[in-house]
Each structure stands twice: as C-alpha cells, then as structure tokens.
C-alpha cells in the first residue's frame, strides 16, 4: 500500500499569499496518477487535479499541481477568502487507493 | 448532469446490520467504477473499495476487507455499503464517488452513520 505524507499539518497564511502544500509517497506513484481535493466543513470533497497536474473543470487557474515520482505539489498562487480549507491528495496508481491525511489551510 | 445521491442518515445500535445506498443519474451507471471513501469524526478520507456496476467486480482496501460489503444493482442504477453488524466505531460520514480511472468528479452527498447504545 502506497502510504502518502502530507505536509504540514496546517498552515496558517494571509489572503494574498502563496500557499504551497506537499504530499509525499512511500514509493513511486505510476504515471502520475496523483490527485488533489479541497474540502469545507459540511462538504464533500471537491477534485482540483487530477494526473499531478492538470486542473479539473472550473477550477481556476490559481491552482497549480506539480511534481511526480514520490513528490508532489500543490501551490495556490494568490490566496482568496473562500481557498480556506482542508486539502487531500490522493493516489489512483496503486491498489488500494490511499488518501494522505490532509493539510488545513487556515486564516493567520 | 450527474448526480449521485446517498440514501439519509443512519442512527444504530451496535451489532445492527445497516445497507446504505448512493443512486447515480445522469450517465451510464455500468460504465463507471464507484467508490465508497469513509470519514471519522474530525479525521481524513479513507478508500474503503471500488465496484464495477456492470459486473459487480469489486475491490477492496485491506483495512476494509471483511468489515463491510459494498453492491450494486445495475436494475436501479444504485450501489451499497453494507454492515452485518456494526460498532461503534463505524460512525462516520460514508461518500461514494464515481472514479474517472482513478480519481473522482463527482461525489455524493454523503451519509452519516451513528452507531450508539
């Protein structure tokens, strides 16, 4: 089983900033099958990107996946009030599929 | 438009049995895996296993293989998570979602289970 390590736990930025979210593998994840979610309270996961980097229907362009192997990314390039959440990544390349245990971005 | 809707909320006793549901609409039901994904009070995502409507094939995470028993009707374009006998600690907010090879669009609204004596 794929094991995915995200980090940190939380951070704390500002509206305007860059926000930049890690998620490690314990070993390669094939192909790039790696995804991101966002989600808020009382809300069920929403997909930002799949493939490592490429963005789902209607999400902006702020959101930008990158990275492959066991290292993946996810930058948030101009925070708005509404990016406020907890973010996921996921891996489809191996069986079972695994979630990393999530990163709370937070208002400072 | 897809949707997939979740059957409501859940209180049990433990040791009840328990089938929920999450109804697809909107797409051919047999073409798509669907997922069901558990999350704990305050706690993460987990993948719990996957099934193929159009031949029932499913897959399992190891941390679920044995807990739990997830069907589908293709009849009614509907799949299932279901428990013999729940605990406790089966208490979560259940999600299914359709798989696009792998990762998931389109989610469901969610179902919560409480299981308390």
């Known amino acids: 089983e794929i094991v995915l390590t995200q980090s940190p736990g939380t951070l704390s930025l500002s509206p305007g900033e860059r926000a930049t979210l890690s998620c490690r593998a314990s070993?390669?994840?094939?192909?790039?099958?790696l995804a991101w979610y966002q989600q808020k309270p009382g809300q069920a996961p929403r997909l930002l990107i799949y493939?490592?980097?490429s963005r789902a229907t209607g999400i902006p362009d702020r959101f930008t996946g990158s990275g492959s192997g066991t290292d993946f990314t996810l930058t948030i390039g101009r925070l708005e009030p509404e990016d406020f959440a907890v973010y996921y990544c996921?891996?489809?390349?191996?069986?079972?599929?695994?979630f990393g245990q999530g990163t709370k971005l937070e208002i400072k | 438009e897809v949707q997939l809707v979740q059957s409501g909320a859940e209180v049990k006793k433990p040791g009840e049995s328990l089938k929920i549901s999450c109804k697809g609409s909107?797409?051919?039901?047999?073409?798509?895996?669907i997922a069901w994904v558990r999350q704990m009070p305050g706690k993460g995502l987990e993948w719990m296993g996957i099934?193929?409507?159009?031949?029932?094939?499913?897959r399992y995470s190891p941390s679920f293989q044995g807990q739990v028993t997830i069907s589908a009707d293709k009849s009614i374009s509907t799949a299932y998570l279901q428990w013999s006998s729940l605990k406790a600690s089966d208490t979560a907010m259940y999600y299914c979602?359709?798989?696009?090879?792998?990762?998931?669009?389109?989610w469901g609204q969610g179902t919560l289970v409480i299981v308390s004596s």
């Open positions: 979602a359709r798989s696009e090879g792998g990762y998931s669009l389109y």
């Open positions: 909107g797409y051919s039901f047999t073409n798509y895996w």
């Open positions: 099934i193929y409507p159009g031949d029932s094939e499913t």
């Open positions: 070993q390669s994840v094939s192909s790039s099958y």
């Open positions: 493939g490592a980097s």
């Open positions: 996921q891996q489809y390349g191996g069986s079972p599929r695994t």
